[in-house]
């Protein structure tokens, strides 16, 4: 592969990373501009846990906020975290976070407290956040490693803030199983060596 043949493949990767986010971002929004239009009715969709019924929203759950602050709080780190894991790849992209999502949505269901309802993509973030700042280290990928590093730098206080059990309308268990789960994903879908060597 030539110079410029990388260089193109890498400004696709990240158009299609672009494109990618700003879109799950917009849906989050448009998704709560129809809760709050039908009088909340989409806050049914979060995980009440060991309700057989809930099973179903395990997935829902992770699209869906409980007002605009709750969706605006989720944007941008949902926005800037799920480019750069997108930046390795769409499909493997998709991946880990069907994997998170659904490993957190099921331990929310298993652990939460009785009678909670919750609902959003913390979570998922939470995920997310884990996988970066690993997988370049499981990776052994310079690059990788800085990414991680720079994430942490930015949103490390947040994440430890968000998995403290002492704040009330936050669900803790939700932010550690995803965080949880993102580790776990940097070691079940990490890049063989010789792999991806144009990916960023």
Not at 51 to 68: K, M, N, Q, Y
Not at 85 to 100: D, S, T
Not at 164 to 183: I, Y
């Amino acid at each position: 592969m030539t110079g410029t043949e990388l260089e193109w493949s890498q400004g696709d990767r990240a158009k299609a990373a672009a494109k990618l986010m700003l879109g799950w971002v917009a849906l989050l929004w448009l998704l709560e501009v129809v809760d709050v239009a039908s009088g909340h009715a989409l806050d049914g969709f979060g995980i009440t846990p060991r309700t057989s019924s809930e099973l179903v929203d395990i997935v829902p759950a992770a699209f869906i906020h409980f007002g605009f602050a709750h969706v605006a709080a989720n944007s941008v780190p949902l926005l800037v975290m799920g480019f750069l894991a997108a930046l390795g790849g769409i499909r493997r992209f998709a991946m880990v976070c069907a994997a998170i999502i659904v490993a957190d949505g099921l331990g929310v269901w298993l652990i939460a407290p009785a009678h909670t309802n919750t609902a959003g993509a913390s979570g998922l973030i939470f995920g997310l956040f884990g996988f970066l700042v690993i997988s370049g280290f499981v990776e052994r990928r310079p690059l990788g490693v800085l990414v991680g590093l720079l994430v942490a730098a930015v949103w490390g206080t947040s994440i430890v803030i968000g998995l403290a059990p002492t704040q009330s309308g936050v669900s803790w268990q939700g932010h550690l199983l995803g965080l949880t789960a993102g580790v776990a994903a940097a070691f079940a879908f990490r890049r063989r060596a010789g792999k991806g060597v144009a990916q960023v």
